[in-house]
């Protein structure tokens, strides 16, 4: 059965309004989160959370509800470790609330908390998303979830079992779940509440100290008072989740396989402790840097959004996020090229350029199309160029001052436009800055399978290459054009077949200009380089059938 546009965010949400309805909860509005973290700098995977908690808020909307997403920043978190690239001076800070350290990047925020939840909500702007914004510090302050608070230390030792039953955690089965913040010298985690008194609202401490990591980290010894209405101090996320959720009337949110312990405790708690049934949850798997490694705020490996839309566009960024959830995912900023190319697909199979006989496939690449574009899809699609393409010829004219209007002369020249949108222009700029980084040292490695008569071909078409003497463009770039069939007929390959993989290995499409032409504008010697890239090696003989002409 087609649910909505036939995509996961449909789908999720669908399962969403049949939930509640069997709850028999209020739908007027259906409130989703996302927990923004703010004790390093953000990054695709933090990024994605809250993205796709946003789908679900619109998909819901496309079924005629009303919904919204709540960011909560978590800026009461202490600070663990420093972020690899900032100042070491930060580390006199371990273990101080986020919102109470100075902003390490100068005076633009009111801390360092505040600066890191900014990069995230100003990716969010970029992306057009809409959110209402939560601070944890001023939501503690508040008092907002004093009562969530009482009725979880009231229940403590039930708690302390559940988790330690779930999570096989047993540490708050001798401590109560809160960090109270130690007055004396304003760290978190340090000091061990001891007592609550529940008629009072207080929790006695000992600032007695912790460990963090494989490092141990001693208190000031102080003995204080917290009461739970100046906000100073919060729960841990093994119960803050469910807190959450009953203050807010969450009814979804994502989360991360590698916090499934904890969101299945807090589930309990919100429905045994807290009476609210939990929200629902979609599982997700984590972003992979190239390497396999997990994609993290202090391992130095973050790709921020910020980044990546200095090389691609607000879609290519939404596509990378919308178009699945489940599976674990590489990703790095080698990947804009084709995101920025699978963005121009989806947009010809929604204008119809492009066709696809399988109905459902069709129908998903529409509807992730029309939530790129929060269900406000532009009239007419956009120029298409194929990024390498654009990539290479601003590597050509890199240190020339009019770089735009020479790349924009070639796809001219090529029959590729005949006109200048802005969105054009942006996208010139941006591949000529990944050229700048990402091509300037080197050249991309192309996995194609390829047969030995094929990869024959190859080999002596970059022997020819290698072998001609400079002439008249115009005649060499049709000498070049002529010799292509040639090697295709002589090698018994398909002509369309040999120029697809040729198109393939110098800007990964599968056609463009004519390639006669963009082999001398591209230069014969950087051609013959990236074929024998491809190649694998420079010195691979020729096959033993070769004969110069």
Known sequence: MLIGKGTWLDKAAYELISREKRLNRNLN??????????????????????????????ALKNMGFNAELLAYSDDMDGLRK?????????????????????????????????????????????????????SGQKTYKSGLLLNQIDKILNDHQRIGKKIAEIAGQAKYQQSLPYFPVCHNC????????????????LVKYHCIGTRIGNVEIKGCGYYGDSYLQDGDGKLPWKVEFAARWQ???????????????????????????????????????????????????????????????????????LLLLYKRISGTRHVSI?????????????????????????????????????????????????????????AQQALL???????????????????????????LIKKIQMASNWASVYLSSGFERIDLNLSQTQQDAILELTHYLKSLNASNPDELSKTI?????????????????????????????????????????????????????????????????????
């Open 29 to 58: 509005l259906i409130r989703v989160e996302s927990g923004l973290g703010a004790s390093g700098i953000p990054h695709l995977g933090s990024l994605g959370d809250a993205v796709r908690a946003y789908g679900i808020a619109i």
């Open 82 to 134: 420093v972020p690899s690239g900032l100042s070491k001076d930060l580390a006199s800070y371990i273990a101080t609330p986020v919102s109470n350290i100075p902003d390490p990047f100068g005076t633009c925020h009111q801390s360092y908390g505040g600066h890191m939840t900014w990069l995230l909500l100003d990716a969010l702007d970029r992306l057009k998303i809409k959110y209402t914004h939560v």
């Open 186 to 201: 304003g760290r978190i985690y340090l000091a061990t509440p001891t007592d609550y008194l529940s008629d009072k609202k």
């Open 247 to 317: 203050a807010f009337d969450i009814r979804f949110e994502a989360y991360g396989k590698d916090i499934l312990d904890s969101v299945k405790v807090n589930d309990w708690i919100s429905d045994e402790i807290l009476e609210f049934a939990h929200p629902m949850h979609v599982k997700y798997e984590m972003f992979l840097d190239k390497g396999g490694k997990k994609i993290s705020k202090s391992s130095g490996n973050v790709l921020t959004p910020q980044t990546w839309l200095r090389y691609g566009t607000a879609e290519s960024l």
């Open 334 to 390: 080698e990947d804009v090229p084709n995101l920025m190319d699978e963005y121009d697909f989806f947009e010809d199979m929604y204008f119809g350029t492009v066709t696809e006989d399988n109905t459902a496939k069709r129908t998903k690449i529409m509807g992730i199309y029309e939530y790129i574009h929060h269900l406000q899809p532009p009239k007419a699609p956009s120029t298409h160029i194929p990024y390498r393409i654009l």
């Open 397 to 423: 004219f890199r240190d020339q001052r009019n770089l735009v209007e020479k790349v924009y002369d070639r796809l001219v020249k090529y029959g590729l436009v005949k006109e200048k949108p802005d969105s």
């Open 481 to 549: 054009q002529s010799e292509i069939f040639s090697i295709a007929r002589k090698r018994g390959v398909q002509p369309k077949e040999f120029f697809t993989i040729l198109y393939r290995i110098l800007i990964n499409t599968d056609k463009g200009p004519r390639l006669g032409n963009y082999i001398v504008d591209l230069g014969i010697d950087r051609t013959s380089k990236q074929l024998d890239n491809f190649c694998g090696n420079a010195q691979h003989e020729l096959p033993s059938d070769y004969h110069e002409s």
